[in-house]
Every structure is written in structure tokens, then in C-alpha cells.
């Protein structure tokens, strides 16, 4: 069972994805907790040790090999340093394990945590094959431009290792083209654009939006803007409590849904600001996600200014396939800003600028934007299904003629809270 949003999302329909071609994958991983820092049903009581199970039919089966470590509740970055640590050797007396096994053609590291990729690197060492590293965020970089690791020797001993894992690596693969350059500016290599994916047949877009608001108790007249996702200081979420003061005269419904270290601290400062037209929700559960999506008018997909191009929301491509209407901030000439100007499928603010937010969020709900939300559809359609994604990938990284392959994903569930969207 991989979590249901986050870097586990896409590894564990990766592996699917890869049983279903007939190829043999295991996964060495932690006990799914993100995006809640705490261990999820049912393993709850399984999480103090090592567990194997298998997930799917005997004959596609991926063998998931659980590794415990330690998992705080309010993850400030010195917690979750030391929780990638204890992963780290957790995984590593996981692989020790598995070097008496079956030998793999492949194994990938996916990263963040970023360390990682040196158990990627000793499993080639011993067994042969080769090794991916595949970078979700730029979990350092990220890291020291939102301030949350302020040592500047720890930082530079991080770099290091970063840097060593990169020159190490048979192929270097990540999910934009911003990222791409900075990870080739850090170890001069070619690097292979592996996006995000989505299921355009489970995300569509739905006719009857005003029936769709009804079933949440919404007024059909309301206008919904939504954010969904991570809920964390790296998303500036707290201008979306001055948009809703700012707009509070108006039949506006903003709704913040997700979960994340910072979710508590954000709905008490609603409350402080007396802001009754907001709205607070769980993730919504994956068979009602659709609807849940085409319900709203607006789709927020923010980021503070200093985290351009080391991460990339992992949200916009279900935004797009539902064909919604994405008010993005996001940095001229960086990769989030090109993508959506360069296919006109949204609508694009300076991050920071409160004022330039507020009235976009007004031009929106006064216009259709019919054009940019067709757009958008089209766009998740033709670049974005898993089928496209994998195998331009898998092409990438397989010799002339295809051999079998096997894939080890050594990873950690979670989307290491706050630095993924």
C-alpha cells in the first residue's frame, strides 16, 4: 500500500506499472506515513520492525521490503535529518539482506532523502547492473533557501555527498526542466526528464459543477478556490488567509485540503482573523477525488519565491487532467512558469506578490478561461499519461535490445513533508 500522495504515489504506481510488463521489482521502503507523520493502518503495530509482503497477483507480484525508523510528530529540520538517517540504516541492513537474493539489473534510488543513493551505490558495487538516481526535489538546496538547516558546515558535508551519489550514478533522471539544469550544473552529466504522470482516464472533467458543490453543503452560487496538498511553511499558504479577508465581501469559498506540519498552526490563525469563509479538509479519499477536484472553480498551486525550480508540484498534472482552471506562482523563465505560458492551460503570479494574487483570484472568478482549461486537458492527454512517461523513459535507460528487467526501488514513502508540493 503506498501513500496516497507524494513521492510514494509515484514510485508504487511506477512498480505496477513495471509488474505488469513482466518485469521482477522489489521495493525496500518505510511503513507508509506521509503526508500525516504518523504510521498508517493497518501497519501500525508491524512498524517496529522488518516486514516482507507482496503486493498484486502471484505472477506480477512486487516484494515490498518494510523498514522501521523514526518518524517525529512535528518534523522541524533537525527531526527530520535524524528520520532520514535511521531510514538510511535501516535500509541498508535491508539490502545487506537482499545481496544473498536475487540479483537485480537495476536498482533506483529515489530521492529525497538524498542519501539513499549511496545504498543504490553499494548495491552496484557488489551485485553488478545499474544504477538510477532520480530526483524528486532538490532536498538540500530546498532546505537552505527556505532556512531550515542553517549550519553551513552540515550543509556543505550534505552537498558533498550529494555530489558524490550524482557522479556515481549510470543515469540521472528528474521531473522538470529547471531541475534538470541545476543537477547538471552540480556533476556536468546528461540528465533524463522524467515527469510526474497522471491517470487522464480517473481525473476528467465533469459537467454540473453547482451539483457537484451541494454534495460538500457549498451554496451552488459560491465560487470555490481551492488548494490541495501538502500543507507546509515551503507553500506560503498564508496568503490564502489574506486572500480571504481581503475577499471576504464576496461569495468566495476558499478550502485548504491535505495535511502537513503547518496545517494546525494555519487554521488557528484563521480563526484569529475571524475568516468564516474558509474551509479545512482531510484528504479527500482517491474514489471521490474527481469529483472532489471539479467542484472548484480556482485551483491554487503556490510556492514561496526561494524554492523555485528546486521542487515541482506534483498536483499540477491532476489539476490538468480534470481540465481546472491553475493559478500557479511561480518566477519568470523558471521551468513551473514556461510550462503553463508556453501551452496557455493557466494563469501565472509573481510568488510573494499578495496583491497580484488577490486580483488574480477576481479576474478569474469574473472570466471562464474556457480556452486555458481545454488547454490544460490536452496537455495532461498527450504528455502526461503513465503509458507516455515510463515508456520514454524506459528507452532512455534500456540498451538496443531490451533485456528483462528488474527493479529495486530503495526510497522512503513519504515526499519529505514541506519540501515536496
Not at 506540519?261 to 469563509?277: C, D, F, H, I, T
Not at 481545454?374 to 492527454?381: G, K, P, S, Y
Request: proline share 5%; aromatic share 10%; hydrophobic share 40%.
Amino acid at each position: 500500500m503506498p501513500e496516497p500522495t507524494g513521492i510514494g504515489k509515484y514510485s508504487g504506481e511506477m512498480m505496477k506499472w513495471l509488474a505488469g510488463e513482466g518485469h521482477d521489482c522489489a521495493v525496500v521502503t518505510s511503513y507508509p506515513y506521509y503526508p500525516h507523520w504518523a504510521i498508517q493502518s493497518p501497519y501500525e503495530r508491524k512498524s517496529y520492525w522488518y516486514t516482507k509482503e507482496l503486493d498484486g497477483q502471484i505472477s506480477d507480484a512486487i516484494k515490498v521490503y518494510r523498514c522501521p525508523h523514526y518518524i517525529p510528530k512535528n518534523p522541524s529540520g533537525l527531526k527530520r535529518i535524524v528520520s532520514d538517517f535511521t531510514f538510511f540504516i535501516s535500509a541498508f541492513i535491508q539490502v545487506c539482506v537482499l545481496l544473498f537474493q536475487t540479483r537485480y539489473d537495476y536498482v533506483i534510488a529515489v530521492a529525497p532523502p538524498f542519501q539513499i543513493g549511496l545504498l543504490g551505490i553499494f548495491y552496484r558495487w557488489i551485485k553488478g547492473g545499474k544504477f538510477i538516481y532520480h530526483v524528486q526535489d532538490l532536498q538540500i538546496d530546498a532546505a537552505k533557501e527556505l532556512g531550515m538547516i542553517k549550519s553551513k558546515s552540515l550543509l556543505n558535508v550534505m552537498l558533498k555527498i550529494e555530489e558524490y551519489v550524482l557522479r556515481k550514478a549510470d543515469f540521472l533522471s528528474t521531473i522538470s526542466e529547471g531541475m534538470i539544469v541545476k543537477i547538471m550544473n552540480k556533476c556536468r552529466k546528461p540528465v533524463i526528464f522524467f515527469p510526474n504522470w497522471v491517470d487522464t482516464q480517473t481525473f476528467h472533467p465533469l459537467e454540473k459543477k453547482s451539483q457537484l458543490k451541494q454534495q460538500y453543503h457549498i451554496s451552488p452560487e459560491e465560487k470555490i478556490v481551492l488548494y490541495s496538498g501538502a500543507i507546509g511553511e515551503k507553500q506560503g499558504l498564508d496568503s490564502i488567509l489574506n486572500a480571504a479577508k481581503a475577499l471576504s465581501n464576496q461569495k468566495i469559498r476558499f478550502i485548504i485540503c491535505g495535511s502537513g506540519p503547518y496545517k494546525e498552526k494555519l487554521s488557528l490563525k484563521a480563526q484569529r482573523l475571524g475568516l468564516n469563509n474558509i474551509l479545512f479538509l482531510p484528504l479527500q479519499p482517491k474514489e471521490e477525488f474527481n469529483e472532489f477536484l471539479n467542484m472548484a472553480d480556482i485551483h491554487l498551486v503556490l510556492q514561496k519565491k526561494n524554492a523555485n525550480d528546486l521542487v515541482m508540484p506534483s498536483k499540477l498534472s491532476t489539476i490538468l487532467s480534470v481540465g481546472g482552471l491553475a493559478l500557479v506562482t511561480a518566477s519568470r523563465k523558471t521551468s513551473l512558469y514556461n510550462i503553463i505560458t508556453r501551452h496557455d492551460m493557466g494563469i501565472v503570479v509573481e510568488p510573494e506578490n499578495q496583491a497580484a494574487l488577490i486580483d488574480s483570484i477576481r479576474s478569474a472568478i469574473e472570466h471562464s478561461y474556457t480556452s486555458m482549461k481545454a488547454n490544460a486537458r490536452n496537455f495532461a492527454i498527450e504528455f502526461l499519461t503513465i503509458n507516455n512517461v515510463i515508456e520514454k523513459f524506459m528507452s532512455e535507460i534500456s540498451p538496443p535490445v531490451r533485456e528483462t528487467l528488474a527493479e529495486v526501488i530503495i526510497k522512503k514513502t513519504h515526499a519529505e513533508a514541506d519540501l515536496i508540493s
